[in-house]
C-alpha cells in the first residue's frame, strides 16, 4: 500500500512540475538586494551570460536604502499586483521569516525542484553535503529558500584554527597623517580617543589638511548599529560589541553556555551613557542615525572624516586611504576590552525565494542551479574573467588583480573593482573552490591575517551565537509574538540615550520592565533550547 501511495505522489509531483513548465514563462521578475557600490544589474555581464545560458529574462527590480521597508510592501500587495514578483533575492529573510511566509503560501517549496532534473548543479552539492541540507530544510520538512554561505576563514591561509572571514565585521580607522600633524600619539583608551577627535574638530583638520571649506571636519562619522560600518566596535570597551542591526543577532553565548541578550546588561548602561557626551560634543556625526553607505562614503572621500568603521580603508576612504591606518581596539574607563565575535561561514536559506505567484518555478530555478558552478561563484563574487581574473596560476588557478593593476588598468583599487561587480544572492562559496578554481584573493587573505593575528588579541571568549539554527514552527509563533516590540523597545531606547542622555536609574529601571513586557524572558528561553539543541545535533 505504501509503495502504491509513493507512486501516486510522485506522480502528482511529476504532473505539478510539468504545469509549471507548460507555462513556459522564460521572463521573471526578480527583487533583490544590492550593495550600495555595485553598477547594478542590468547590464552586468556575468548575469547576463547566465540568463542566456537558461534561456531567461530577468527583470532587476534592486535596493539598497529602505531594503526592509520596500519588501515589507511589495510582499503583502503580491498576490494582487498585476506584475507580480517571481522571487525575492538577497533581501535578508531569515529562518523565521522563511518559516512564517511558507506556512502562508507566500513562498513555495522547493524541494521539489532540487533534483538531478532541474537544479543538477546544486542537487549534487547538497548529495555530497548534507549537512547544507539539514541547514537550509525547516522544521516543516520543506525547503523555502536556496542555500548561501561562505567558507572563507583563517585556516584556509594557513592559521591553526578555523574563524569566518565575518567573525569581527567592524574595522575601525584613524586619519594617521592627522594625528602627526598635530604630534598626538595613537590612541589606545577610549578616553584618549576622545580627546583626539576634540583636536581634530578644533582644528578642522578637514581644512587644514586637506585645503576643504572651513568647518567641514567630521571627527567621527558611522552607521547607528549598521554592519560593517556602525558604532559598535567602541563598545568594546564595556566589554562587547553588539554587531548588527537586528537585536535578537546580537546574542552572545557565554563560555558556559548560557545565552544572553547584551541589551539588559548594566556595561550596555554605561556604554551607551559614555557615548552621549560624545554625540552632544559634536565628536560623533549628527547625522549618524540617518545617513546610509552612501553619504557615509561620500564624506570619507571628501576627506573629511577623521575616524570611521568599514570593512577596510581601501574600500571607503579613496584617495585619502594612505593617510588612515586601523584604530586598535580601545579600553574603556575600567581598563579593559572585549570583542564579541559574531558567526560566520553559516548556511544560510534566506538568499533566494520563489514566490507563489511565479508561473514556472522550474525555468526560474534552472537559472539559479547555474549560480552553483564554481566558475559562475568565483565571478558574482568578485567580478567576471577579464576584468577581476585574468590569468591562473601554476595550480591552474584564476588569480585575481591587484591593487596596482585595478589603478592602472581601470582608476579603481581592487576593492572598488570588486564592489562595483559583485552580485548579491544565493551564492555557496565551497572551501574546495579555493583548491580548484581561483586563489583566495590578497584583500581577502589579508583581511583573515588582520583578524586572527591582530583583532583577536582583544577577543576573551570565542563562544559565538551561530545563526544557521532551524526553528519549530511552535517557537517562530512565539518569536513573531514578541521579537518586533522586543527590538523595537531596545533599538529605540538606544538611539534616544545616545542623542539626549541617560539613563538615569528610574530611566533604566523602567526600560527592563518594558522589555519584560515585549518577552525577553520568554525569547531567551527559546534561543537557549535552540541553542542547546543545535549543539547536541553538532
Known amino acids: 500500500m505504501k509503495k502504491v501511495v509513493s507512486l501516486f505522489l510522485a506522480v502528482i509531483m511529476l504532473m505539478s512540475l510539468a504545469s509549471f513548465a507548460s507555462a513556459e514563462q522564460t521572463e521573471f521578475n526578480v527583487l533583490s538586494g544590492i550593495s550600495a557600490l555595485s553598477g547594478g544589474y542590468d547590464k552586468n555581464e556575468v548575469l547576463l551570460a547566465m540568463q542566456e545560458q537558461a534561456g531567461v529574462k530577468i527583470n532587476w527590480d534592486t535596493w539598497s536604502d529602505s531594503l526592509s521597508e520596500v519588501v515589507g510592501t511589495r510582499i503583502s500587495g503580491n ?3 498585476k506584475n507580480p514578483i517571481d522571487a525575492f533575492q538577497a533581501v535578508g529573510f531569515s529562518n523565521f521569516d522563511l518559516m512564517r511566509y511558507g506556512a502562508a503560501g507566500t513562498f513555495i517549496d522547493l524541494t521539489p525542484y532540487i533534483t538531478p532534473e532541474v537544479m543538477p548543479n546544486l542537487a549534487a552539492i547538497l548529495e555530497e553535503h548534507p549537512e547544507i541540507r539539514a541547514a537550509i530544510t525547516m522544521s516543516d520538512g520543506k525547503i523555502y529558500g536556496l542555500p548561501a554561505g561562505e567558507q572563507m576563514g583563517t585556516a584556509g591561509i594557513g592559521r591553526e584554527k578555523d574563524y569566518s572571514i565575518f567573525s569581527v565585521p567592524q574595522f575601525a580607522m584613524i586619519n594617521k597623517a592627522w594625528l602627526d600633524d598635530l604630534n598626538l600619539e595613537m590612541p589606545r583608551t577610549l578616553d584618549q580617543l576622545h580627546d583626539v577627535l576634540v583636536a581634530f574638530k ?26 560593517c560600518w556602525g558604532q559598535n566596535v567602541f563598545y568594546a570597551g564595556f566589554g562587547f560589541t553588539n554587531w548588527p542591526n537586528d537585536v535578537c543577532m546580537d546574542l552572545t553565548v557565554n563560555a558556559d553556555g548560557v545565552v544572553n541578550f547584551v541589551s539588559d546588561d548594566d556595561s550596555y548602561r554605561a556604554a551607551v551613557t559614555y557615548f552621549h557626551d560624545w554625540y552632544a560634543d559634536g565628536l560623533m556625526d549628527l547625522e549618524m542615525f ?4 552612501n553619504q557615509l562614503i561620500a564624506k570619507c572621500t571628501g576627506g573629511r572624516v577623521g575616524v570611521a568603521t568599514w570593512w577596510e580603508i581601501n574600500e571607503i576612504m579613496g584617495q585619502y586611504a594612505k593617510d588612515y591606518v586601523y584604530l586598535p581596539i580601545l579600553n574603556g574607563p575600567e581598563g579593559t576590552s572585549n570583542v564579541t565575535l559574531r558567526t560566520g561561514g553559516a548556511i544560510n536559506a534566506g538568499q533566494l525565494s520563489i514566490t507563489a505567484q511565479c508561473k514556472d518555478p522550474a525555468k526560474l530555478l534552472s537559472f539559479y542551479d547555474l549560480w552553483y558552478v564554481g566558475e559562475n561563484v568565483m565571478q558574482l563574487q568578485y567580478g567576471p574573467i577579464g576584468v577581476f581574473f585574468n590569468e591562473k596560476n601554476e595550480k591552474g588557478q584564476w588569480i585575481s588583480i591587484t591593487d596596482e593593476e585595478a589603478r592602472a588598468k581601470f582608476n579603481k583599487s581592487s576593492g572598488e573593482l570588486k564592489s562595483q561587480s559583485e552580485v548579491a544572492g544565493p551564492k555557496l562559496i565551497l572551501s574546495q573552490y579555493y583548491n580548484d578554481v581561483w586563489e583566495m584573493e590578497a584583500r581577502a587573505q589579508e583581511r583573515l591575517a588582520d583578524t586572527y593575528d591582530y583583532w583577536f588579541q582583544y577577543v576573551k571568549d570565542f563562544s559565538f551565537y551561530p545563526q544557521d539554527c532551524v526553528f519549530t514552527e511552535s517557537e517562530l509563533d512565539d518569536l513573531d509574538f514578541y521579537r518586533a516590540d522586543f527590538e523595537s523597545a531596545v533599538k529605540e531606547q538606544e538611539a534616544l540615550w545616545i542623542k539626549n542622555g541617560g539613563p538615569t536609574d528610574a530611566e533604566w529601571a523602567a526600560y527592563k520592565a518594558t522589555l519584560e513586557r515585549c518577552g525577553m524572558s520568554t525569547l531567551l528561553d527559546i534561543y537557549q533550547t535552540v541553542y542547546d539543541r543545535y549543539v547536541a545535533a553538532k
Open 79 to 81: 498576490a494582487a499586483s
Open 202 to 227: 578644533e582644528n578642522d583638520m578637514s581644512a587644514k589638511y586637506y585645503g576643504n571649506a572651513a568647518g567641514s571636519t567630521i571627527p567621527m562619522s558611522t552607521g547607528f548599529d549598521e554592519w
Open 290 to 293: 540617518s545617513q546610509d553607505a
